[in-house]
């Protein structure tokens, strides 16, 4: 069993910056397949980012070019830098890990963007 915590969400005006991070419980970590994913009210869970065990990335249209997602194997922790925030990202952010048949989530973390 993998236990994934959140934290680092909170209110942030547009254009700022927010970095969230993801630990992870478990010996294995650097083999699995990191994930972040935010939910808005009403919308459906989406794909922000994703981060394999060789730190490959891909990143959802929406945020190519503003955030950035690394991993640190050593910590069993992986981050989401957030810059050049704007109201659409609004949502709770969760994040989401990865192995064979294994999935395992976090309890989300709430980012909000407003003025």
């Known amino acids: 069993q993998v236990q994934l915590v959140e934290s680092g969400g909170g209110l942030v005006q547009p254009g700022g910056s927010l970095r969230l991070s993801c630990a992870a419980s478990?010996?294995?970590?650097?083999?699995?397949?990191m994930g972040w994913y935010r939910q808005a009210p009403g919308k459906q869970r989406e794909l922000v980012a994703v981060?394999?065990?060789?730190?490959?990335?891909i990143y959802a249209d929406s945020v190519k070019g503003r955030f950035t997602i690394s991993r640190d194997n050593a910590k069993n922790t992986v981050y989401l830098q957030m810059n050049s925030l704007k109201p659409e990202d609004t949502a709770v952010y969760y994040c989401?890990?990865?192995?064979?048949?294994?999935?395992?989530w976090g309890q989300g973390t709430q980012v909000t963007v407003s003025s």
């Open positions: 989401n890990g990865k192995l064979g048949n294994l999935d395992y």
């Open positions: 478990g010996s294995i970590f650097r083999l699995y397949v």
């Open positions: 981060i394999t065990g060789g730190a490959g990335t």
